[in-house]
């Protein structure tokens, strides 16, 4: 894990299994109960808490660090998500939304954390 920051890589741990929760309750029929789907939810929900407890006890992280990082992850996976496998259409606020939390971890990088 050398190659990789460890809030990059935790973060990134952490939204696949959130945007994956997300296309799969999207895509769960309609009229089957939630509750048929808890042998999935629960994995999901639980490798993402604690990805995320990873993220933000991550050495020389601090909590909004991991937020950006967070935060970029889970929306760029969703936006990739809406517009190669689901074909939505993307909002312009949603795309405006990703260019800001580009514009943060620049940021970040040049005033240091």
Same mark, same amino acid.
Do not use: E
């Given at each position: 894990m050398?190659?990789?920051? *460890?809030?990059v890589f935790w973060g990134l741990a952490?939204? $696949?299994?959130a945007v994956l929760a997300e296309y799969l309750y999207r895509m769960w029929p309609v009229?089957? *109960?939630?509750w048929h789907g808890l042998w999935l939810w629960v994995p999901l929900?639980?490798?993402?808490?604690?990805?995320?407890?990873?993220? $933000?006890s991550? *050495?020389?992280t601090t909590l909004?660090?991991?937020?950006?990082v967070w935060a970029f992850s889970t929306t760029a996976m969703r936006v990739f998500v809406s517009v190669? %496998?689901?074909?939505?259409? %993307?909002? *312009?606020?949603?795309?405006?939304?990703?260019?800001?939390?580009i514009m943060a971890k620049i940021a970040q990088s040049f005033w240091g954390r």
């Open positions: 050398n190659f990789i920051h *460890p809030t952490a939204a $696949v299994p009229g089957t *109960p939630w929900q639980l490798s993402i808490g604690y990805c995320i407890f990873r993220l $933000v991550a *050495p020389g909004l660090d991991a937020f950006i190669m %496998v689901l074909h939505d259409d %993307v909002k *312009p606020g949603t795309w405006f939304a990703l260019g800001l939390l």
